[in-house]
């Protein structure tokens, strides 16, 4: 609201600072900071409203070390997340921006998913929740969404690098530093090409998929698309939500997911460095970076106060929508096929759920008896069955985020 009104009085009127305020880098940096202190000041203010209506954890006990300690810590800390990114991102962001649309109704969408289920939970003393399939549907409902926009939204398109002499060749001027740079690009089209890591020519077009090249085919092509969008914003959720399982561990995982995939916002929408990197260029979704910021922002924030000992849990409330927001995030920046590397936590627990459910279930119906392959999962408790102190696997697991966070950059050049 505020980037809308500083916008305005710049057009009517000649304010100094206005063009310093609309710039991108401020915007993010003041979603940041905003989100940081909301997150720290008032998010103290939310755990206090949580302990005085009593909305606290019901632990069961599995057996593991320190767990009914944290019996009656407050849950649905996910509210202070929201809040953190929704506000920075309300006075700082581009209302009109398509994309900046579409995650605020991601947040907001799963956000609602999550605080559904945890009301069950706390208030209906329902201790499974929402019902599983009601989750799937609305996870589904949100990929209908996210890819019929991003098919038939005509401000969603990409822009891919030309040759000067190919006849369908058309020059920007991008002005950087006082000097204005040409940069030839294809003219804007929609695209269900995406980003593949480890490949020279590092793009693949669902097209592909479909034999043909007619209506029919596009159209079945668009449906597969949204059909892979479902697939991520599910699997995704999902996993974020099997991983906030210790304290700290999913909010701090996340946020260094977040700060990764800002990074390839603002490269893959500015036309410069998309031309310097070979990367698609995607106008307008450099805006994505004021979001980024307000999410990398708020969930450092929160974690201020998630860390261990942990005085707050995010709840249904924060895992389903973190893990939502970051599958859309990518899907949106054509990224969505890098997920497996940067979001290879997420994947591995949830394999680990998936490899010990299945096991468990051959077992008993070959052998009688059901048995394990991991002491316990997700797999973080398996290694707190294995006696290593909470704190250290949280530790060892933020390592191993950096390094694939790493890796998933390095997979820009290295192709």
């Known amino acids: 609201m505020l980037y809308h009104l500083v916008k305005y009085l710049s057009n009517h009127f000649d304010i100094p600072g206005t063009g310093m305020f609309l710039s991108l880098s401020f915007r993010a940096a003041m979603s940041i900071i905003l989100a940081l202190v909301i997150g720290m000041i008032f998010g103290r203010k939310i755990i206090r409203i949580l302990q005085r209506h009593q909305i606290g954890e019901e632990i069961r006990n599995l057996g593991l070390e320190g767990q009914l300690q944290k019996r009656g810590t407050p849950t649905m800390g996910g509210i202070i997340i929201l809040i953190s990114i929704l506000v920075p991102i309300l006075l700082f962001g581009d209302l009109t921006n398509i994309y900046t649309q579409l995650m605020i109704i991601s947040t907001l969408w799963l956000g609602a998913i999550g605080f559904i289920d945890d009301y069950i939970k706390v208030f209906k003393k329902h201790k499974e929740g929402l019902n599983g399939r009601y989750k799937i549907v609305g996870q589904v409902g949100l990929g209908l969404i996210v890819g019929c926009v991003m098919w038939l939204n005509q401000d969603i398109v990409v822009k891919e690098k030309s040759d000067k002499n190919e006849p369908r060749a058309q020059v920007e001027y991008v002005t950087e530093n006082g000097t204005n740079n040409a940069v030839y690009v294809t003219p804007a089209e929609k695209s269900i090409t995406t980003t593949i890591p480890f490949v020279k020519d590092n793009e693949f077009d669902y097209r592909w998929l479909i034999p043909g090249d007619s209506d029919t085919s596009d159209l079945l092509s ?127 627990e949830s394999l680990s759920v998936i490899m010990q459910v299945s096991y468990f279930k051959y077992t008993k119906k070959k052998y009688g008896e059901g048995r394990r392959i991991f002491l316990m999962a997700p797999l973080h408790h398996h290694y707190q069955k294995k006696g290593h102190f909470e704190s250290k696997i949280v530790v060892r697991f933020w390592i191993i985020q950096l390094l694939l966070a790493a890796i998933t950059l390095v997979t820009l050049k290295i192709r």
């Open 222 to 348: 668009w449906l597969v698309y949204i059909v892979i969008a479902i697939f991520v914003i599910t699997a995704v959720s999902n996993g974020a939500n099997l991983t906030d399982g210790l304290d700290g561990l999913s909010s701090g995982i996340s946020a260094t997911i977040v700060v990764v995939l800002g990074i390839l916002a603002y490269l893959s929408g500015n036309i410069i460095y998309a031309d310097y990197l070979n990367i698609m260029y995607i106008p307008t979704s450099g805006e994505l970076v004021v979001f980024a910021a307000a999410f990398a922002g708020a969930l450092f924030g929160f974690l201020w106060y998630n860390c261990y000992p942990a005085q707050v849990f995010m709840g249904d409330t924060g895992s389903l929508a973190i893990g939502g927001i970051i599958a859309v995030f990518a899907l949106l920046i054509r990224k969505e096929l890098l997920l497996p590397i940067l979001c290879g936590i997420f994947l591995i």
